[in-house]
């Protein structure tokens, strides 16, 4: 058994599927999976019966609504974004037309291919979820200018938030490099490596210091409460967290003190409460 990657997530954030057909197996190789389209083929188009969905391993494509006589589209996605999971999860025909912008390579996912990544990774069915909500609100949004409602444009979408300040002096320092990471003076500090499908970027990016990529994309938050900062684990989160060098359980804030190693997969931090 081996692993096929999901876009750019690397050790336990990826998928696990056959890369190999051994000798008498039925079941298709990687290589099977893989479909091409050239710049401005059709992948599927709305109203199609869909049993598959799509990862994309190189390329982009354009996701396009026929509204009325005209043709709207939605917007683009590129290498490690994911499309048509709702023929998966619901049976259901194509909603949009999904057009090559450039050749793309893609991975075709079935129905018992994705059980199987799910069951076996957790934080890419979290992922999911969050994917398919944020799609739901700017579906809404879309509906709500078409009917000629008013759009509340005080409520933010949830993964875009304002710039917060960061405090002056409580920071997250890699002690291997030295690089420090602000921590934000008030509310929350999401830890973690910028996701691609969703589009949430951390307040606290490991991209950098993470060579293992061993952080999930949401991994942990940091928070203060009167005065004092506390971590806390993210649903879904692989590889741990830990705190001086003791395993945190996920959901269950843990106080954090001047000088304590805060661990994120495999990559510890060292929390700094003075200048």
Do not use: W
Not at 57 to 86: C, H, P, Y
């Amino acid at each position: 058994m081996a692993v096929f990657k999901v876009g750019k997530e690397g050790g336990q954030s990826s998928a696990s599927g056959e890369t190999t057909n051994a000798p008498g197996s039925s079941r298709p190789s990687l290589a099977d999976r893989m479909v091409h389209f050239k710049a401005g083929e059709m992948v599927f188009s709305e109203g199609d019966l869909g049993t598959e969905m799509y990862i994309i391993q190189a390329g982009t494509v354009e996701i396009i609504k026929n509204i009325g006589n005209e043709r709207e589209s939605l917007g683009q996605m590129e290498k490690g974004d994911f499309f048509g999971e709702m023929a998966i999860l619901e049976d259901m025909v194509r909603t949009a037309d999904v057009v090559a912008k450039t050749d793309v390579d893609l991975i075709r996912v079935n129905g018992a291919t994705f059980d199987t990544m799910l069951k076996n990774n957790t934080e890419i069915a979290i992922r999911m979820m969050r994917k398919l909500a944020r799609r739901l609100r700017e579906t809404t949004n879309m509906l709500e200018q078409a009917i000629g409602r008013k759009v509340n444009i005080d409520r933010p979408a949830a993964d875009v938030v304002a710039p917060r300040e960061a405090h002056a002096s409580i920071r997250l320092v890699d002690p291997a490099t030295g690089k420090e990471f602000r921590v934000n003076a008030d509310g929350e500090t999401l830890v973690g490596r910028i996701d691609p499908v969703t589009g949430i970027a951390p307040d606290v990016d490991l991209t950098s210091v993470d060579t293992n990529r061993s952080s999930s994309r949401r991994h942990a938050k940091l928070f203060v409460d009167q005065g004092d900062y506390y971590v806390i684990e993210e649903i879904g989160t692989m590889n741990g967290t830990f705190v001086n060098g003791k395993k945190i359980s996920t959901g269950d804030p843990v106080l954090l003190k001047n000088g304590d190693e805060v661990k994120f997969g495999l990559s510890p931090l060292i929390f700094k409460t003075t200048s």
